[in-house]
Protein backbone atom coordinates (compact mmCIF):
# COMPACT_ATOMS: atom_id res chain seq x y z
CA UNK A 1 0.00 0.00 0.00
CA UNK A 2 1.48 3.32 -0.82
CA UNK A 3 2.34 5.65 2.24
CA UNK A 4 0.47 9.16 2.25
CA UNK A 5 3.32 11.18 0.68
CA UNK A 6 3.59 9.16 -2.11
CA UNK A 7 -0.13 9.77 -2.77
CA UNK A 8 0.00 13.39 -2.23
CA UNK A 9 2.91 12.61 -5.31
CA UNK A 10 0.65 10.85 -7.16
CA UNK A 11 -2.18 13.57 -7.03
CA UNK A 12 0.57 15.66 -7.69
CA UNK A 13 1.81 14.28 -10.73
CA UNK A 14 -1.73 13.83 -11.98
CA UNK A 15 -2.74 17.63 -11.77
CA UNK A 16 0.92 18.76 -13.32
CA UNK A 17 -0.24 16.17 -16.51
CA UNK A 18 -3.29 16.97 -16.69
CA UNK A 19 -2.70 20.76 -17.03
CA UNK A 20 -0.18 20.12 -19.28
CA UNK A 21 -2.28 18.77 -21.51
CA UNK A 22 -5.72 21.09 -21.10
CA UNK A 23 -3.21 23.75 -22.56
CA UNK A 24 -2.17 22.59 -25.61
CA UNK A 25 -4.09 22.92 -28.68
CA UNK A 26 -3.91 19.62 -31.18
CA UNK A 27 -3.48 19.79 -34.85
CA UNK A 28 -6.67 19.32 -36.94
CA UNK A 29 -6.27 17.56 -39.65
CA UNK A 30 -7.28 18.08 -43.49
CA UNK A 31 -11.11 18.11 -43.50
CA UNK A 32 -12.95 18.32 -40.18
CA UNK A 33 -14.03 21.56 -40.36
CA UNK A 34 -15.73 23.59 -37.28
CA UNK A 35 -19.73 24.49 -37.43
CA UNK A 36 -18.87 27.81 -37.95
CA UNK A 37 -16.58 27.08 -40.76
CA UNK A 38 -19.51 24.85 -42.45
CA UNK A 39 -21.56 27.73 -41.68
CA UNK A 40 -19.24 30.17 -43.86
CA UNK A 41 -18.81 27.65 -46.73
CA UNK A 42 -22.21 26.84 -47.03
CA UNK A 43 -23.43 31.01 -46.93
CA UNK A 44 -25.63 29.80 -43.86
CA UNK A 45 -26.25 30.56 -40.29
CA UNK A 46 -24.33 29.09 -37.58
CA UNK A 47 -27.11 27.66 -36.53
CA UNK A 48 -28.59 26.03 -39.67
CA UNK A 49 -25.52 24.71 -39.93
CA UNK A 50 -25.45 22.91 -36.74
CA UNK A 51 -28.58 22.03 -37.27
CA UNK A 52 -27.44 19.63 -40.73
CA UNK A 53 -24.36 18.71 -39.16
CA UNK A 54 -26.30 17.29 -36.10
CA UNK A 55 -28.65 15.21 -38.49
CA UNK A 56 -26.04 13.96 -40.73
CA UNK A 57 -24.01 13.30 -37.85
CA UNK A 58 -27.35 10.88 -36.83
CA UNK A 59 -27.46 9.72 -40.36
CA UNK A 60 -23.68 8.18 -40.62
CA UNK A 61 -22.91 10.79 -43.73
CA UNK A 62 -20.76 13.03 -40.97
CA UNK A 63 -18.84 12.05 -37.93
CA UNK A 64 -17.73 14.16 -35.21
CA UNK A 65 -14.84 14.91 -33.07
CA UNK A 66 -13.66 17.21 -30.70
CA UNK A 67 -10.06 18.86 -31.08
CA UNK A 68 -8.53 21.37 -28.29
CA UNK A 69 -7.88 24.45 -30.23
CA UNK A 70 -7.33 28.78 -29.09
CA UNK A 71 -10.81 30.25 -29.21
CA UNK A 72 -10.83 33.40 -28.90
CA UNK A 73 -12.33 33.62 -25.63
CA UNK A 74 -11.87 30.51 -23.72
CA UNK A 75 -8.38 29.26 -24.36
CA UNK A 76 -7.48 25.68 -25.90
CA UNK A 77 -11.14 24.19 -26.06
CA UNK A 78 -12.41 21.13 -26.98
CA UNK A 79 -14.37 21.97 -30.16
CA UNK A 80 -16.63 19.97 -32.50
CA UNK A 81 -15.04 19.23 -35.68
CA UNK A 82 -17.10 17.50 -38.80
CA UNK A 83 -16.38 15.91 -41.52
CA UNK A 84 -17.75 14.17 -44.17
CA UNK A 85 -17.61 10.18 -43.85
CA UNK A 86 -16.02 8.27 -47.29
CA UNK A 87 -18.75 6.82 -49.06
CA UNK A 88 -21.18 7.79 -46.15
CA UNK A 89 -24.37 6.25 -47.23
CA UNK A 90 -26.31 6.86 -43.61
CA UNK A 91 -27.53 3.86 -41.69
Known sequence: ???KREELGSAELL???RLAISNQA???P???KTAAQWSQEWGVTHNAAGIVLGKSTKLG???CRKFRIMSRSR???PT???RVIPNGNGK
Do not use: F, I, N, S
Open 75 to 77: GVY
Open 80 to 82: PHY
Open 1 to 3: MAT
Open 15 to 17: RKL
Open 26 to 28: EEV
Open 30 to 32: DGW
Open 61 to 63: LME
